[in-house]
């Protein structure tokens, strides 16, 4: 216990810069509150493909930055750059959320220790958090590169890269992963930083969400999957 | 038609050469109005002498009496086994301090060796400090708010609680930051946001905090950990990244 750190009269504590502890805490929730509301936008835009292929052609025109080129298809670059964005916000999101990852093996018995003993819903959910987080180390740089090395997106593109390209594997894991990692982080946010003190509603909340955010990302993968299916190689882009 | 109640208590004495932790089952018949601690004290007198666990005031003022119940840290005193529809009680230790045996761990030492190392009591301005000076008077919504923290029977619920506290020896725990809010409020005491700072700003203090809230969700004073813990984690932020201190 706190013995181990006394030395003669004093205590002694790690070695810690003030400043520095207060910074990775913002930067942590900060990089977090940009991931968490980008993830809200995205899948509601992926998920246009449920309105047909038309729709979801627009909206990645759109998003191109379709309005500022002549052709009115905007431009890859877009994508790419803005995935390189996403990469750096997530490896200072993971940098900072580190310092929270039980890293010791005696860190792990005693939170699986205190998970058997204790009876408590929040620290349950923080569990799954943090394993999602986990396992999204190893996917959302999966998903990222990909989007800087192969920018095309459109009806015909995306779902050849879902089904040809085998990427529904990725996209099966990934999204229970970001959903549950988000919703929960997003909801532990704002009691941290005492936005909000509404606990029960905040946490009905996150948890509709996830099912809801769920629901949408699984139908959508499924009309990429109905649509890849039936593309012949070599795939052309769908002109609408 | 009184029930029988089965009691399943976690035995070990450490003192003891050989012995091994174990779960041991004990029946005893409910009487109207029993606590835990009534409970406790029967089995005590009439089942098994060796059984140890700690109480001093019965009426949830001195804090000694914490125990997990039935998978919840508190206090078995203020704990009414008619609470438990299927009759079967499980009592186990506060994980995450030393134990002495059976129920029993050594909270004393943790709280003191806390108070040493946060330095948690008052340090007197240096004119109040002067026995021949009248003590200045203090504001009502003052002392009402010190009060509401000074609630804390230090029964090291919050402590066991906590899955980052039993992760990380160094963390202070939601007892140590009330404690520090309390003194930080406190007009008499000499010391300043920077003194309170150097004691809780880092990764030790509330920037270790996880926000899992088993304090809030169990302290058996209803102190409000969550609300304390993120103003103290706002306030230090601003303070300390518009610093220049390193
Ligand atoms: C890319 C999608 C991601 C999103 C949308 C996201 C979102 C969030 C949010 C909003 C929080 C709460 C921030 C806070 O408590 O200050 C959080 C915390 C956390 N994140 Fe992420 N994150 C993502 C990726 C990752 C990755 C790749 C890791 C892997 C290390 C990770 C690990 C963590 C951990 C361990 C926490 C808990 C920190 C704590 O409890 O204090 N996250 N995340
Ligand atoms: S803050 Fe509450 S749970 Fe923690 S030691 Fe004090 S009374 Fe017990
Ligand atoms: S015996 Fe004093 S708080 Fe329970």
């Known amino acids: 216990m706190l013995t181990k750190y006394r030395i003669g009269e004093g205590w002694l504590g790690y070695p810690q810069s003030h400043r520095w502890s207060a910074i990775a805490d913002v930067l942590q929730s900060g990089s977090g509150l940009i991931l968490g509301l980008f993830l809200l936008a995205h899948l509601h835009f992926e998920s246009s493909i449920l309105l047909g292929k038309a729709a979801f052609y627009r909206v990645a025109n759109v998003l191109e930055g ?8 905007g431009s890859s670059l877009l994508t790419q750059t803005f995935s390189v964005f996403m990469l750096l916000v997530v490896m200072v999101h993971a940098a900072t959320a580190l310092r929270r990852f039980p890293a010791q093996r005696r860190q792990w018995q005693a939170l699986r220790n205190h998970n058997l003993l204790i009876n408590h819903q929040d620290t349950r959910l923080w569990f799954w958090q943090m394993v999602t987080g986990f396992l999204m180390f190893f996917l959302v ?8 090395t192969n920018p095309e997106i459109g009806p015909h593109l995306s779902a050849a890269r879902v089904w ?36 029960d509603g905040l946490r009905l909340l996150a948890k509709i969400l996830i099912g809801y955010l769920l629901v949408l990302g699984l139908c959508s993968l499924t009309a990429y999957l109905l649509i890849g299916s039936g593309l012949t190689t070599p795939v052309t882009p769908f002109i609408p | ?72 840290p508190t206090l078995a005193c203020r704990t009414l ?34 108070a040493e190392r946060l330095k948690l009591w008052l340090h007197p301005k240096a004119q109040q400090a002067d026995i021949h000076h009248l003590e200045q008077p203090m504001e009502p919504e003052e002392a009402a708010k010190l009060y509401e923290l000074e609630r804390c029977v230090e029964c090291g619920v919050c402590v066991s609680a906590c899955a980052t506290a039993q992760m990380r020896d160094t963390f202070v725990g939601a007892v140590g930051m009330m404690k520090i809010a309390r003194f930080e409020l406190d007009s008499r005491d000499a010391r300043t946001a920077d003194d309170f700072y150097h004691v809780i700003g880092t990764q030790d203090g509330v920037f270790g905090c996880m926000t899992l809230l088993g304090c809030q969700d169990n302290c058996p004073k209803d102190l409000p950990h969550m609300q304390q813990i993120a103003y103290l ?14």
């Open chain 1, 66 to 73: 379709g309005w500022f080129t002549s052709s009115g298809h």
């Open chain 1, 141 to 148: 740089p999966m998903h990222l590169v990909t989007m800087i």
């Open chain 1, 164 to 199: 040809h390209d085998n990427y529904w594997l990725v996209y099966i894991l990934l999204l229970p992963a970001v959903v549950i990692h988000a919703m929960l982080g997003l909801y532990r946010l704002a009691l941290k930083w005492g936005v909000n003190f509404h606990r």
């Open chain 2, 1 to 72: 038609m009184s029930r029988s109640l089965t009691f399943r208590i976690f035995r070990y004495d450490p003192q003891l050469p050989g012995d091994a932790p174990k779960m041991v089952d004990y029946q005893l018949d409910e009487t109207p109005g029993m606590t835990v601690f009534i409970a406790l004290n029967r089995l005590r007198a009439e089942q098994d002498p060796s059984l140890q666990f700690d109480f001093v005031c019965r009426a949830g003022i001195c804090g000694s009496c914490a125990m997990v119940i039935n998978g919840l």
């Open chain 2, 81 to 114: 086994t008619a609470k438990y529809s299927d009759a079967v009680i499980t009592l186990m230790p506060l994980p995450g301090f030393e134990l002495i045996g059976d129920l029993s761990v050594n909270t004393g030492k943790f709280m003191r060796e806390l």
């Open chain 2, 233 to 246: 984690r706002r306030k230090m932020a601003g303070t300390l990244i518009a610093s220049s201190k390193v």
